[in-house]
């Protein structure tokens, strides 16, 4: 996987100060990407995007979400693992009742 030239301009890196600050930084962006990737499992069991009108009156719709902690390479993270209206959805990401 290539990293955006953006990741690695002086101006970005500049931000960082202290090792502290690039784990932060990494841990964040590691709870992040596993977010959007429930998010996007969600949009495909569901069949539509967050927001859009093809959900209305669809049957089964987002019900909000739940925290949820794992244990990554990187660590325990605690995220947000969105949840349907008939509790349908089964991640694959983080299934559930694991971490």
């Known amino acids: 996987m290539d990293i955006p030239k953006e990741f690695l301009s002086k101006e970005f890196l500049s931000q960082f100060k202290t ?10 962006l590691h709870t992040r990407v596993y ?6 499992e969600l949009d495909n069991h569901l069949g539509y995007e967050k927001h859009s009108n093809q959900g209305d009156h669809s049957g089964n719709s987002r019900n909000g979400s739940y925290k949820k902690q794992i244990q990554t390479e990187m660590g325990e993270s605690v995220i947000q ?10 991640p694959v990401v983080v299934p559930k009742h694991q971490s």
């Open 19 to 28: 090792g502290e600050d690039v784990t932060a930084f990494m841990k964040e």
């Open 81 to 90: 693992v969105p949840r349907d209206r008939k509790s349908e959805f089964e």
């Open 35 to 40: 977010e959007q990737m429930l998010e996007a």
